[in-house]
C-alpha cells in the first residue's frame, strides 16, 4: 500500500460566501469518495489549510491520486497563490472517517480557535506559510479533536 498525505495552503477569492463552501464541501465528499480521499478543509482569516489523504485508486498508482487531486483544486478560482506544504509517504490515514471535513473557523468559539492557532504558530491569526508542516498537521488534527469533545465545533 502507498499512502500519501498532501497538505497545501491557500488564499480565498473576496467575498468568499456560505454557498462557495457548501458546494467545495458537496463536490469534494463526492469526488473524494470515489477516489480513496480523506482529509480535512479549514478555512479562517481568508486562508484555506486543507489536507488530502490518498492511496492508489484504480490505474493510477502511489502519489498520483492525491497529486491528480491538488493539480484540479489548484486551477479553483474560488482561491488562488496555493503553496504546496508537503507531500510524503504515511504509513495510516490520520483523517479516515472523513472523506473531507470542512470546517469554517468563523463559526467556531473564536477564543478557543485563536488559543490553537496560537499554539501551533507565532500569530493567533491563521498564517501556514509561517508554520512548519508538521505544524500545519498538529494544529489540524487538534482541530479534529475538538468535534469530538465540544458540540461547538460540530
Ligand atoms: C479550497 C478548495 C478545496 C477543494 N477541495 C476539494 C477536494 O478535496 N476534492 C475535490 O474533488 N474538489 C475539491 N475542490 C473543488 C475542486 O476545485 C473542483 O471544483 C471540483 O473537484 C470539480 O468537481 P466536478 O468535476 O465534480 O464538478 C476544492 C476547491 C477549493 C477552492
Known sequence: MSLYRLIYSSHGKPNLGYHDLKD????SEKNNQLEGITGLLCYGDSIFLQILEGDSCGALRYRTVVSKTYHR?????RHNNPELIECVPIESRIFGVWSMKAVNLSDLNSQQVRNLILKYSASNTLQPQT??????L?????????????????
Open 73 to 77: 483544486i489548484s486551477l479553483d478560482t
Open 24 to 27: 467545495i464541501m458537496e463536490k
Open 138 to 154: 498538529n494544529f489540524m488534527q487538534a482541530l479534529a479533536k475538538f468535534f469530538d469533545k465540544d458540540a461547538s465545533f460540530s
Open 131 to 136: 508554520m512548519t508542516s508538521e505544524q500545519c
